[in-house]
């Protein structure tokens, strides 16, 4: 059974700083596009940051580039690293997995999703 679990989500003064961790199990992903998402309340799913399966290429949006940096420990790990916190950060994060075919997969790409970590910005 594969499994994304995300550690690391809490409660972060606005200016402040968290570190993210997606593990993932039941395979492995050394062909794979690891990624977060976001999901405020009452707002769509928003694509934050990915990175290739050799760590080679990074790719963020642009509300975070700059501010977050995504890193990968080995195939089946991965952290989000995020700086500069605003309360428009507040939201819950969700590490993602995508088959790498060379370019920054879509978001409906993404078939590997776990269940999410909450991040709460105070202002």
């Known amino acids: 059974q594969v499994q994304l679990v995300e550690s690391g989500g809490g409660l972060v003064q606005a200016g402040g700083s968290l570190r993210l961790s997606c593990a993932a199990t039941g395979r492995t992903f050394d062909t794979y596009v690891m990624g977060w998402f976001r999901q405020a309340p009452g707002q769509e799913r928003e694509f934050v940051a990915a990175i290739n399966s050799d760590a080679q290429k990074t790719y963020y949006s642009d509300r975070v580039r700059g501010r977050f940096a995504i890193s990968r420990n080995n195939a089946n790990s991965v952290d989000l690293e995020m700086s500069s916190l605003e309360s428009e950060d507040t939201a819950v994060y969700y590490c993602?997995?995508?088959?790498?075919?060379?370019?920054?997969?879509?978001?409906?790409?993404?078939?590997?999703r776990g269940q999410g970590t909450q991040v709460t910005v105070s202002s």
């Open positions: 993602a997995a995508a088959r790498d075919l060379g370019y920054a997969p879509r978001s409906y790409e993404y078939g590997y």
